[in-house]
Nanobody
Framework: HVQLVESGGGSVQTGGSLSVSCTVS????????MAWFRQAPGKEREGVAA??????TAYADSTGRFTVSKDNAKNTLYLQMNSLKPEDTAMYYC????????????????????WGQGTQVTVS
């Protein structure tokens, strides 16, 4: 089974930057839609950024503060977060859409069937 492990969360001051990573084991990582979601206490989970098999991206935030990327050779997904705000505080989850054999085009915000355990990002 595909497994996802996030790392790189932590605490940062308002306006700072942080990068989180997600290492994928098993499966055909390079063909999947991959995405980052987040969930703050008391709030619903929401999409942050998504990427398709060819590197096409989608973002929930249009300000350009977040950048999703991936390294197929390392089976790793990244999320670079800049100009962080307190409202960005949340548990950040990596997700893979493994039921879709080949992800091309604008990556979706739903259908993700494999999730990591999450990494906490706190902005104060």
């Amino acid at each position: 089974h595909v497994q996802l492990v996030e790392s790189g969360g932590g605490s940062v001051q308002t306006g700072g930057s942080l990068s989180v990573s997600c290492t994928v084991s098993r499966g055909t990582y390079s063909t999947y839609c991959m995405a980052w979601f987040r969930q703050a206490p008391g709030k619903e989970r929401e999409g942050v950024a998504a990427i398709d098999s060819r590197g096409g991206t989608a973002y929930a935030d249009s300000t350009g503060r977040f950048t999703v990327s991936k390294d197929n050779a390392k089976n790793t997904l990244y999320l670079q977060m800049n100009s962080l705000k307190p409202e960005d505080t949340a548990m950040y989850y990596c997700a893979a859409y493994t039921r879709l054999r080949l992800c091309r085009g604008v990556p979706p915000w739903s259908g993700y069937d494999v999730w990591g355990q999450g990494t906490q990002v706190t902005v104060s």
